[in-house]
Every structure is written in C-alpha cells, then in structure tokens.
C-alpha cells in the first residue's frame, strides 16, 4: 500500500428513491466513486452493500447481472452503439434482461417518445445532435426499470442550457419512476433541485 488515499473514511447510504448529486474538484475521485459504487471498480479497503447484502464476496458474473437489471449509466461521453439507431440503442439492456423484441421495441420507444426524440428513432448516433444523443442515453439508462441511475458527468459535452433541460428530464423521468439517481455535476441550479447534495473531498463525501 502506497499510502496514497483518493479519499478515505467515506460513509453513504443511498436510499431507494432518492436523488444526490456529487460535486468536487476535478481528480477528487468522483468517478472512481461512482464506479466503486455500482461494481466496476472495487475499493483497496471498505466494503459497498447492495440491498443491504455486502458484495465484496460476489462472483463477477452476480455483480455483473446486478448491474445488468438493477442499474442504469449515463456517460458524459454518450457511449452510443455508432451502427445502431437510437431504437435500438436504447432496447440494448432491456433485450439484455431477457425481454422479446417487441416488449423491449416498444418500451424504448415509448421513453423515446416522452423525451421528444419521436421523430429521430431511426437515426444513427452520428447523425444527432449532442443533446439528442444525451437524451437517447438517458432512455438506454432507464427503459430496464433499474433500481438506480448512476450519472456521471451526463450532461459535460452539451451548451448550458442543453445542459440544465436535460438534467431536468433526467431527474424528472428518475422520479416519475420512483428511481433512485446518483449524478455526478457540476452544474449547481440542477444540484440544488435534488435530494442532497454532497462534496467530495479527501475527509469524504460532506
Ligand atoms: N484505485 C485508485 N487508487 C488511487 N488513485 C486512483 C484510483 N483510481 C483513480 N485514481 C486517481 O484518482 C484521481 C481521481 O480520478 P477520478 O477520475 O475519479 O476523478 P474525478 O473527480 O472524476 O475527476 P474529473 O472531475 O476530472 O472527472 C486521478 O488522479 C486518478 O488517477
Ligand atoms: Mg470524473
């Protein structure tokens, strides 16, 4: 062991439902934050609870289908499939759970739809608009019905006011479906209409 602590003696409970925002310097570790929470990174020390189980003795293959059905991500940088539609983007983890294409089409279209995207449902990632594609990967990160959306970033590659609409639909859509949502932002207006928001230093997440 180094000696070198990203952050130590971090305490966080996320309640079903509930809506936080992270905020911290750049390289503060909110990233490797959210990856340790949703499984993708696993922590030097500490332990993270899923369902109140922990999981540090999980096999990759349990961890990875808890994410499969139970979460859904928004990246800044979108991580659309470029030789898929937007439709077929988004039925992508519902087809993964396990659902016929049809139930999966329609509900991918249906949240498509509510995030006004009716008229771009076939189009190919490189042919939208950055706002566009954000609203495509916020409807990949819910049409799953996953317990909680991890968001880091989401909105960091869109002008300001793309940026805030699209904070607003995601928080909107996350409580609509009583979805509990973890974003990572720097944007404070969108911050303040959540839940809690907290900063992350090198003492934890205050
Ligand atoms: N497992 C780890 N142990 C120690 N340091 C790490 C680990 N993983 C990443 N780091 C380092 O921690 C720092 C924080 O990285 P991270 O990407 O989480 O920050 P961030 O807050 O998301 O930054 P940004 O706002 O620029 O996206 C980086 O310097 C990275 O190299
Ligand atoms: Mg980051």
New binding site residues.
């Given amino acids: 062991m180094s000696g ?1 602590w ?1 952050f130590k003696d971090l305490n966080f409970e996320l309640v079903q439902g509930e809506h936080v925002a992270i905020q ?1 310097a ?7 934050l959210l990856n340790i929470m949703a499984g993708l ?1 696993v922590p ?1 020390y500490g332990e993270v609870h899923w369902s109140g189980q922990p999981t540090s003795a999980w096999s990759a293959e349990r961890r990875r289908s808890c994410r499969q059905s139970e979460m859904g991500f928004v990246f800044q940088a979108f991580h659309l499939l470029p030789h898929l539609s937007a439709l077929q983007n988004v039925m992508v983890p519902c087809l993964l759970g396990g659902q016929s294409g049809l139930v999966c089409s329609e509900a991918a279209r249906s949240l498509l739809c509510d995030l006004g995207m009716q008229k771009r449902l076939d189009a190919k990632p490189t042919s939208l608009s950055g706002g566009e594609q954000q609203r495509v990967a916020l409807a990949r990160a819910l049409v799953h019905h996953p317990k909680v959306v991890f968001a880091d ?1 989401p909105t960091g590659n869109l002008d300001t006011k793309t940026a805030a609409s699209t904070l607003s639909l995601l928080i909107e859509l996350c409580k609509s479906r009583q979805t509990s949502l973890v974003v990572v932002t720097h944007a404070d207006e969108a911050a303040r209409s959540m839940g809690r928001t907290l900063h992350l230093t090198a003492e934890g997440l205050i």
């Fill in positions: 070198d990203l911290g750049s390289g503060s570790g909110k990233s490797t990174e030097a970033e």
